[in-house]
Antibody
Framework: QLQLQESGPGLVRPSETLSLTCTVS??????????WSWIRQYPEEGLEWIGY???????HYNPSLESRVTISIDTSKNQFSLKMYSVTAADTATYFC????????????WGQGTLVTVSS | DIQLTQSPSFLSASVGDRVSITCRAS??????LAWYQQKPGKAPKLLIS???TLQSGVPSRFSGSGSGTEFTLTISSLQPDDFGTYYC?????FGQGTKLEIK
C-alpha cells in the first residue's frame, strides 16, 4: 500500500527557506506514469497546489509560486523534496505531499501533512 | 486561470438524507474533476475521479456526475461518518470547500 510521509522543521523564520521532504513507501518513486506533488492548506482551509515532479526530474510549478519554489527528487532514497525561498507569514500552512495522476488529474494518497509556521 | 465555486459552503443534514454539492468551473476546459473528503486534522481523501469514477473502498452511497462547467457530488443516504469538508478539484485548482454537518 502506497504511503507518503512529510518531514521537516515546523518553524521557519521570515525571509528564510522552508525545506520539507516526503518519503514514499510501498512502491518505487520511479514506477509508473505518476507524478509527485506538494500541496498546502491555509488555516482557513483553502488548498493550493504548489508543484509536482516526475522521477526523471521534470517539474511543473504553480505560476504564482514558481519564482520561489524548487522541487527535487532522490530516487535512491525514494524521496522528493520542497524548497520555498524568502518565506513570509503568508506561507504559514499545512504542507502535504501527494501521489498524482497528471492525466486524470487527481491526488491520492496524501501524506498526513505537516504544519509549517513562519514566524520570528 | 480556472476557478471552481462550490455550493453550498455549509450544509447541515440528517442521517438518511440525500445531499448534493455542486461545483461550477469558470471554464469548461476539462472533463476530469475529482472530489475529496477531509476530516478535521486529516489529509483529504479522494472519493471520485474523472467526475464519476468511485474510488476503491468508497461507499456506493457516494456518486459523482456532471460535465462541462457543472459537476455534482451526491450522497444518497447520509451516514454519521460522512461529516467533514468536501472539495472539488480540476486542473490543479481546488474549490473553496463545503462543510457538511450531521444534525
Amino acid at each position: 500500500q502506497l504511503q507518503l510521509q512529510e518531514s521537516g522543521p515546523g518553524l521557519v523564520r521570515p525571509s528564510e527557506t522552508l525545506s520539507l521532504t516526503c518519503t514514499v513507501s510501498g512502491d518505487s518513486i520511479s514506477s509508473g506514469r505518476y507524478y509527485w506533488s506538494w500541496i498546502r492548506q491555509y488555516p482557513e482551509e483553502g488548498l493550493e497546489w504548489i508543484g509536482y515532479i516526475y522521477y526523471s526530474g521534470s517539474t511543473h510549478y504553480n505560476p504564482s509560486l514558481e519564482s520561489r519554489v524548487t522541487i527535487s527528487i532522490d530516487t535512491s532514497k525514494n524521496q522528493f523534496s520542497l524548497k520555498m525561498y524568502s518565506v513570509t507569514a503568508a506561507d504559514t500552512a499545512t504542507y502535504f505531499c501527494a501521489h498524482t495522476d497528471p492525466i486524470e488529474d487527481w491526488f491520492d494518497p496524501w501524506g498526513q501533512g505537516t504544519l509549517v509556521t513562519v514566524s520570528s | 486561470d480556472i476557478q471552481l465555486t462550490q455550493s453550498p459552503s455549509f450544509l447541515s443534514a440528517s442521517v438518511g438524507d440525500r445531499v448534493s454539492i455542486t461545483c461550477r468551473a469558470s471554464q469548461g476546459i476539462s472533463s476530469y474533476l475529482a472530489w475529496y473528503q477531509q476530516k478535521p486534522g486529516k489529509a483529504p481523501k479522494l472519493l471520485i475521479s474523472a467526475a464519476s469514477t468511485l474510488q476503491s473502498g468508497v461507499p456506493s452511497r457516494f456518486s459523482g456526475s456532471g460535465s462541462g462547467t457543472e459537476f455534482t457530488l451526491t450522497i444518497s443516504s447520509l451516514q454519521p461518518d460522512d461529516f467533514g469538508t468536501y472539495y472539488c478539484q480540476q486542473l490543479k485548482t481546488f474549490g473553496q470547500g463545503t462543510k457538511l454537518e450531521i444534525k
